[in-house]
């Protein structure tokens, strides 16, 4: 059997291109998505706002610069396509004014900065919370589960449920700010 | 409780609101407010948001509990309701308990979830596996070098035989020039290495794992010939003669010679161009002969043969490998046909004509959301984007149906096609082949598009609906929307116990034209559920009753009512339509969809 390499070399379909896109993509999705929610606070429009973007980002993959910020990249891209979202939409559609757009908006960049270990103290947040609390969770977010089918396994109102999962939510961000305190970020 | 913790937890409130949509008037004006006015208050809302970004992305490693939910789940404590709880809650947190943890989620070693165990024994038992064809393979390897060893050591002597018997002729005087000629040519025959017989060359690839870690993974690299066993990934080679085969994993191969291998297990497809006419496969139980064509070819573990010819034709010996030769024993030949399809049995010569299936291998370079689709092994997997993908299979188009392009693939910049349906009676109609394929149990998924109808009246449009003709004669379960863009799911259970047939509807949600949606439905013995954009949208549960089965599947078409008919539909495009034999799970369906979000 003959195991004599050539040199170094790269597939032609296995593209370099898609290689990166895709490693850049998935280090700055999170910092990108959290922009666009801060702005847009629906799940719905955000993913489509996310999807979107991340179209753009692929066909436009040949203007971007490598070694230059692709995250900043992504959110002028993003920032684009919310404006044009905003501008389509009516009033009473948009969940957030003008006024506080603007203001979130500097804030928004700034914290996202840090999202991906936010995200990962949070999972160990998670493994602490109570057996009924994480169940409500699983079925929330892991199973995703409407809150509304959820409120009919459990015999409980809309209210209650969506009650209970605000409270879970303060008590995870407690969690990770505490962490963030202790690891001297805060 | 402090002012900020007041405000956190109206604003945690606010947030789950506004995600939800459930959001009412007021309480968005307080939030707007809020982020407005109060600085403190924007750290929580993008605290808030955080922590829903990663609740998005809950991982499974954080659920300390079994997946498997009981129908009826249990209730949640009187002192969870409201706010008072909350307010407890905070008050507690407040009094220096950081979080409440439960005694036995203490870090000691958990009990495995039924699940969890499977797992382990199947990694245990793949592992013990691969101990053992590694043993095989060092064996074989080993009887391979003794014999190829043993191969040359008659050639040399045979050479030098013939040489000697042709030097007898000469005179004595000669005679001697030419045993000095022999022993000279013995010792060359003796010393001269073995060329290396590279017979291809590696000219693509895909996440290469070999058995073997040395042999190549980068472009270029030369191959020769030795059982290679490929665990993971694609690669495609290309014989020096130049044919061009693609091998998917897992796959054992020899590349005998630069027009000849042995696939000994697992799936390839090859190309042979005129020049590389007469290019020659074996397996254990056939050998198939290239006439300048396109084929695929599947060894399964029992040693049985499937042969696929999308192009040209081939000649099918079947037969036993003779060991010791190499050779087919008690050989039985045909020709197979573009479109045709056949099976060596194992053990026998006996060939069997299948149901040719264009779609089950894979002839160039997987992209990202083709690896995810195929990584869970989808009895039918259609990527629309070969003209011959569809007409030479078992799809029937009507009136304007066609391939059209929808933009360019990840990747390759070639251009990624769906399937136009559903415009002035245009319809495509999927009539198998459904053998194998779940009755009970199995998952149907797909990307959908869909235009705005323009005539108002046409108040309801089917996207696509699978029909039981040969069981209960009815439409077994459909996807449709109205002009209101609200989407429907609507299928028929079938109890065996009873015998009775049950029609179920529900409204899925809103969704928007001209916007690519990812589509899946799974179904076992008890639930139906469906995904779209890698999300639940629904789940219906229908105790001992199961899904009605499908005999064809009718792709965009019109919508089909018993009374009326077909009604015409809209423009609509199907993009990636899979089939699976089994429900995939609420994460795996979450990673095929984010793997080909760049459609």
Redesign the interface.
């Known amino acids: 059997m003959v195991k004599q390499q050539s040199q170094p070399n790269q597939f032609p379909n296995s593209n370099p291109v898609v290689k990166q896109f895709l490693k850049l993509i998935t280090s700055g999705q999170y910092r990108i998505y959290g922009y666009i929610l801060s702005l847009v606070p629906k799940s719905d429009d955000a993913d489509d706002l996310m999807q979107e973007t991340t179209i753009i980002m692929w066909e436009k993959f040949n203007e971007y610069e490598e070694g230059t910020n692709f995250v900043a990249w992504g959110i002028s891209i993003a920032r684009n396509l919310i404006m044009n979202y905003r501008k389509k939409q009516k009033s009473s559609y948009l969940y957030l004014t003008d006024e506080a757009i603007e203001i979130i908006e500097a804030e928004s960049v700034r914290y996202m900065e840090d999202l991906e270990h936010r995200v990962s103290i949070l999972q160990d947040c998670i493994k602490k919370l109570s057996k009924k609390d994480n169940h409500l969770i699983m079925l929330r977010y892991y199973q995703n589960e409407p809150v509304k089918a959820i409120a009919q396994s459990f015999g409980k109102k809309i209210k209650t449920i969506y009650k209970s999962i605000s409270r879970i939510q303060f008590i995870l961000m407690r969690c990770v700010r505490r962490t963030l305190l202790e690891e001297g970020i805060l | 409780m402090t002012k900020e913790e007041n405000i956190?937890?109206e604003m945690?409130?606010l947030?789950?609101?506004?995600?939800?949509?459930?959001?009412t008037p007021e309480k968005?004006k307080r939030?707007?407010e809020l982020?407005?006015s109060n600085p403190k208050a924007?750290?929580?809302?993008?605290?808030?948001?955080?922590?829903?970004?990663?609740?998005?992305?809950?991982?499974?490693?954080?659920?300390?509990?079994s997946?498997d939910?009981p129908p009826?789940?249990?209730?949640?404590?009187s002192e969870?309701?409201?706010?008072a709880?909350?307010e407890e809650?905070?008050e507690q947190?407040k009094n220096g308990k950081?979080?409440?943890?439960?005694e036995?989620?203490e870090p000691v070693e958990r009990v495995l979830t039924e699940e969890e165990c499977e797992a382990k024994i199947r990694a245990f038992l793949r592992e013990e596996k691969a101990i053992d064809e590694q043993e095989r393979r060092l064996e074989e390897e080993a009887r391979c070098k003794i014999r190829r060893r043993e191969l040359r050591r008659r050639q040399r002597a045979h050479r030098a035989r013939t040489v000697a018997a042709k030097v007898k002729k000469y005179s004595t005087i000669g005679a001697m020039a030419a045993v000095g000629m022999v022993l000279a040519f013995y010792l060359y025959a003796l010393l001269m290495p073995v060329p290396?017989?590279?017979v291809a060359k590696l000219?693509?690839?895909?996440d290469i794992k070999w058995a073997?870690p040395?042999?190549?993974t980068?472009?270029?690299?030369?191959?020769?010939?030795?059982l290679?066993k490929l665990e993971e990934g694609y690669v495609e080679i290309t014989f020096d003669e130049g044919a061009r085969i693609i091998l998917e994993a897992p796959t054992e191969i020899n590349l005998e010679k630069s027009n000849r291998a042995f696939l000994k297990l697992g799936k390839l497809s090859a190309d042979v161009p005129i020049q590389a006419r007469g290019f020659k496969i074996d397996t254990p139980t056939a050998s198939i002969v290239d006439i300048g064509t396109e084929f695929g070819l599947h060894v399964k573990e029992d040693g049985s043969s499937d042969i696929h010819v999308f192009k040209g034709k081939i000649s099918l010996l079947a037969g036993k490998i003779d060991d010791m030769v190499g050779n087919l024993l008690n050989k039985v030949e045909q020709i197979v046909e573009a479109g045709q399809a056949r099976r060596v049995i194992a053990g026998s010569s006996k060939i069997q004509d299948i149901h040719f299936v264009q779609t089950g291998f894979v002839k160039?370079?997987p992209l990202?959301n083709e690896l995810a689709v195929r990584k869970n092994d989808p009895a039918i997997y259609y990527r629309f984007n070969e003209k011959e993908e569809i007409l030479s299979d078992t799809f029937e188009l009507g009136g304007r149906a066609e391939i059209v392009s929808v933009g360019?693939d990840?990747?390759?910049?070639s251009t990624n096609c769906a399937l136009k349906v559903g415009q002035s009676d245009s319809f495509a109609i999927f009539d198998g082949p459904f053998q194998g394929l779940p009755q009970k149990a199995g998952t149907l998924m797909m990307w959908i598009w869909y235009e705005q109808p323009d005539d108002k009246e046409d108040n309801e449009f089917n996207i696509f609906s699978t029909m039981d003709e040969s069981h209960h004669n009815v439409q077994s379960s459909s996807i449709h929307a109205d002009i209101n863009d609200k989407l429907f799911f609507e299928y028929v259970t079938f109890d065996e116990d009873s015998g009775e047939l049950s029609n179920h509807e529900c409204e899925i949600m809103m969704l928007?034209p001209a916007?690519w949606y990812h589509i899946a439905i799974t179904f076992d013995r008890h639930n139906t559920r469906v995904?779209i954009?890698g999300?639940?949208?629904g789940?219906h549960y229908h105790g001992s009753a199961y899904l009605g089965s499908w005999d064809k599947i009718y792709l965009g078409t019109e919508y089909y009512d018993l009374e009326v008919g077909f009604i015409s539909g809209t423009v609509i495009m199907i993009d990636e339509l899979a089939i699976y034999t089994q429900p995939l799970s609420?994460r795996e369906i979450e990673e095929i969809y984010w793997s080909a979000?760049?459609?």
Do not use: F, W
Not at chain 2, 72 to 77: R, T, Y
Not at chain 2, 98 to 102: G, H
């Open positions: 956190a937890a945690s409130e947030v789950i609101l506004s995600l939800d949509k459930t959001i968005k939030l707007n982020i407005v924007r750290k929580i809302y993008l605290d808030c948001l955080s922590v829903q970004i990663g609740l998005k992305h809950i991982s499974s490693i954080s659920i300390n509990q997946l939910i009826q789940l249990e209730q949640l404590p969870m309701d409201g706010i709880y909350l809650l905070v947190e950081a979080i409440e943890v439960e036995t989620a290396p017989a590279s000219t693509d690839g895909l073997d040395g042999l190549p980068e472009l270029d690299g030369l191959l020769g010939p030795g290679m160039t370079m990202p360019l990840l990747g390759k910049g928007k916007r995904y954009n999300n639940k949208v789940e609420p979000n760049m459609k």
